[in-house]
């Protein structure tokens, strides 16, 4: 029964220790997406500042609000679910509390009994005696030893009983930490909160503005996704003529997929396995628009299609190569903006939306090499680059390959 008891104990004390571990690996990872999420908010505050206030950039302006608010949503889920994961750590820290607490107790009780044993043993014979009485030599060289081994053990109580009082005060002082720690989030969730319920006021106002002239900016957003329409063909036909150059010799002339040479394979090869690790586009940014069919995010009634993202940056800043690669075409698209489109073996990634480019077709880049000067319209003051990702003709979305996207 002893021994079952000890199994038990030390079984429980190694799982509130695995447990107390995997706590404070997932509270590390939440005040890293917390730290991250403030910072965002804090960019695209400045960049929104920026922001010409106008009637035509209404719709701007209601999804520049729609940002900000996700963001602090963002913050408040991420806030909330550390609030919870720093709760279960102050329980596990009180667990391993009471724990030592008890196993104090119970080495301070039989480091009484020890005494106590220890003063009547003098009390009824010296050491000396208890020496000079053993009946030969070997009998006194076991009792020798005897006092020598109780004497250590007694000291070794000692200082266990030390190292459990110097445990528990340190568990008490982390317990003390946590709890501060969490409160400190929760009035921050709770501050987050109020600014949250003020931007969904003003967000409402807006919203009126915008249900007034609805089909006005329906047609709008159908404009704009014609013209990225056109721009779509226009890559799609440039990446399907190097395909069709690719396949020249050989016998896939109709194939929708390139003809790589040993170098190119290897080169998808690296790139593949980067996936989820490229880095951004640009150096400071966030995603104002993501990839994939969606409706709008103010005019409800409306329909977009994103073959890529758009990323809203500073203004001029400057596109990079997520990764090394061959400039395949330099585009002119409307209103003399341009795209460069970066091949990676099979893989292309296109940039759009530049002012200016550095690099023309057949330059070999380098990642985070920068390759053009994003363009920010003079009307709305934003600077945003389109970014598009795709294998062969089939576009992918870059939030699955850029880091934390």
């Known amino acids: 029964m002893q021994f079952k008891s000890k199994y038990i104990l030390i079984v429980s004390a190694l799982f509130i220790s695995v447990s107390i571990s995997a706590q404070n690996k997932k509270q590390e990872g939440l ?26 950039n209404l719709l701007i302006d209601v999804k ?23 709760g279960n750590e102050i329980y596990l820290n009180q667990l391993e509390i009471n724990k030592n607490e008890r196993n104090l ?32 030599f070997y009998q006194g060289y076991k009792r020798f030893q005897y006092m020598k081994q109780y004497s250590s053990f007694r000291k070794n109580q000692g200082e266990e009983i030390q190292q459990k009082i110097f445990e528990i005060q340190e568990l008490t002082d982390t317990l003390v930490s946590k709890k501060k720690q969490k409160q400190e989030l929760l009035t921050i969730k709770q501050q987050e909160q109020t600014v949250i319920q003020k931007e969904k006021k003003e967000q409402e106002g807006l919203l009126g503005q915008v249900k007034n002239k609805e089909n006005k900016y329906k047609r709008q957003i159908q404009q704009f996704q014609k013209e990225e329409r056109k721009i779509e063909a226009q890559i799609d036909r440039i990446i399907r003529e190097a395909i069709a150059a690719s396949n020249k010799n050989t016998s896939n002339t109709t194939s929708a997929t390139f003809t790589l040479t040993a ?109 053009g000067t994003i363009y920010t319209d003079k009307i709305t003051g934003k600077t945003i680059l389109g970014f598009v990702l795709s294998r062969n003709v089939t576009t992918e979305d870059p939030a699955s390959w850029i880091y934390k996207m």
């Open 31 to 56: 005040e890293a997406r917390r730290a991250q999420i403030q910072k965002d908010i804090v960019y695209i505050n400045a960049l929104l500042s920026n922001t010409k206030k106008t009637e035509n």
């Open 105 to 136: 107790e119970a080495l301070k009780k039989d480091y009484a009994q020890m005494i106590y044993k220890s003063y009547k043993s003098k009390s009824q014979n010296s050491r000396i005696m208890f020496l000079l009485s053993s009946e030969n």
């Open 263 to 371: 170098e190119a394979k290897e080169l998808a090869t690296k790139f593949t396995a980067n996936k989820g690790q490229l880095p951004w586009p640009v150096e400071k940014g966030y995603v104002s628009t993501y990839y994939g069919k969606q409706p709008h995010p103010i005019v409800k009634t409306a329909t977009i299609q994103s073959n890529g993202v758009r990323i809203t940056t500073d203004n001029g800043s400057k596109a990079r190569a997520v990764f090394e690669g061959t400039v395949l075409s330099v585009q002119v698209l409307g209103g003399n903006l341009k795209a460069i489109l970066i091949q990676h073996g099979d893989y292309i990634t296109v940039y759009k939306n530049l002012e200016s480019v550095f690099v023309n077709t057949g330059d070999k880049v380098k990642t985070k090499e920068e390759i």
């Open 64 to 86: 520049d609000l729609n940002d900000k608010i996700g963001k602090r949503e963002e913050l408040i889920t991420v806030i909330s679910r550390e609030s919870a994961e720093l």
